[in-house]
Structure formats: structure tokens, C-alpha cells
């Protein structure tokens, strides 16, 4: 389209890519960086030097150039794998996630509270209509429920909170 960009406060449209990024009421915007498992290539300047059959890997590839420090805390993140991600890294995971569209979008407050409603009144109704074990059995099951959702959804593309509904699948069914 151009080269336009279009804003809306839940997303921004670049040509036919539309990126999922709600504005926030500083007016700005969050990209969820989908980190791959084992990070981009990394090249050495000191295997281009002397290695020149490395210069291949450069061939038709985006490259950024950077150096990182191990002592800067504002250099570094940890990412959803465990490992430490430099600032470099990090701009060219963003550019992946931008380039392939494999966009994380966040789940909405109101989703969020509705999972944790109706979590707290399945346990409520486990422990009505049911008693002793098979009640606590069920708990269980509403509790454990609640730690793989937040897992599941994540592997389906959506930033869903962790600690909300585990905490109110928790308390209810303790309760």
C-alpha cells in the first residue's frame, strides 16, 4: 500500500502485515519478540577473518552487527529457553518475528478475568456437588488445569498471565 503505515491503538498495518502491537497509555507500543529455541546464527568477526568459507552464511541474510557486553545489565534478557540474549540478538529476533508474522498477541483483561470467574465457580460447584475424595480429585484437576492453560496458550500465539488464574484456582478450591 505504498509504504504507509496505518495506526490503530490495537495494531499497526505495514503494507499487508498487520502487527499486533496495543497501545498503552504512554502512547507506546509492545511487540512480543518470539525468541527461537536455538537463537539466530552468530559469526565471529574472528571467523570471518580466518575462516572466509564463513562469509557464505552472510549470502541473501539480513545481518546485524553488534557487540555485547557480559557486565551491562541493560544489555541482556533472558529468553522463555532460559539462555541470555544480547541487545543485538535481541533486535534480530524482533526482526524474525517480524518478518516470518508469527506474532504473540496478549490476552484481553476482560479473557483473563472470565477464565478466573469461571475457575472460581468450578470450584465452587466441585465441592457442591461433590464430597471427599472424588471432590478433591476434581480440585486437583481445576488447579493443574490452571498451570497448563497459561502453557497451552503461550504455544498458541497468546501472552496469557500465569499467576491470576493459578492464584484464584488456588485459593477457591482451598477455600
Known sequence: SGGKILESPEDLQVGTTTIPARRSLGGQRRLWVRYRENGVPKISFNDLVHKP???SMLKNAVVFVGVYSNTASRDRVVSPYGGRVFGVEVNAEAFETLAQGQFLTEASNAS?????AVTASLAGLCFALLAG?????VGA???ASAHVASFLLFR???VFPYF???ATAWLTVMA
Open 53 to 55: 568459507e564463513s562469509l
Open 141 to 143: 484437576l481445576l488447579i
Open 156 to 158: 498458541g500465539g497468546i
Open 112 to 116: 483473563v478475568l472470565g477464565y478466573c
Open 164 to 166: 491470576g488464574p493459578a
Open 133 to 137: 475424595w472424588p471432590a478433591y480429585f
